[in-house]
């Protein structure tokens, strides 16, 4: 199974979901590709931000190799899951899909509500992660 994980510039929220998700699914066993992207281009190449990359290794996650890239039309047919972290995210992801088959890959990562951005509070860190964290256990049930 291959999952993405979108937000806006791929350096704090989907980052964290790409590597709680992939941690879980390798301690699980399951052979599943994980990766992220985001929807804004102006951290290409660049790791994720260093408090992203600090609040995942307090919790046994390591994220620091990941590169940031931008969100491409080409996803949708490599990709069985487009999960985005808010409704922005969704609307410029799915404002890419070209058949009825690519929207429905795009889903919200919360079901009932946005992953806030965490970027300008650092405060938002712990309780972003709490809530990644949460969602990615449910996501293994769900998808395995």
């Given at each position: ?56 290794k307090k ?6 190799k990941q ?78």
């Amino acid at each position: 199974m291959k999952i993405l994980m979108v937000c806006l510039g791929n350096i704090c929220r989907s980052p964290l979901a790409h590597g709680v998700l992939q941690h879980l699914a390798n301690e699980k066993g399951l052979n599943w590709e994980i990766d992220s992207a985001g929807t804004g281009d102006w951290h290409v190449g660049q790791a994720p931000d260093r408090r992203s990359i600090a609040v995942a290794k307090k919790y046994g996650v390591d994220i620091s190799k990941q590169q940031a890239q931008f969100f491409i039309a080409d996803f949708f047919e490599k990709y069985d899951h487009i999960l985005v972290m808010d409704s922005q995210n969704y609307a410029d992801v799915l404002a890419l899909a070209k058949t009825e088959e690519q929207k429905r890959k795009v889903k919200l990562f919360l079901l009932d509500n946005a992953v806030p951005d965490p970027y300008y509070d650092s405060n938002l860190f712990e309780p972003v992660y709490s809530m990644i964290e949460r969602r990615c256990q449910e996501l293994i049930h769900e998808l395995a």
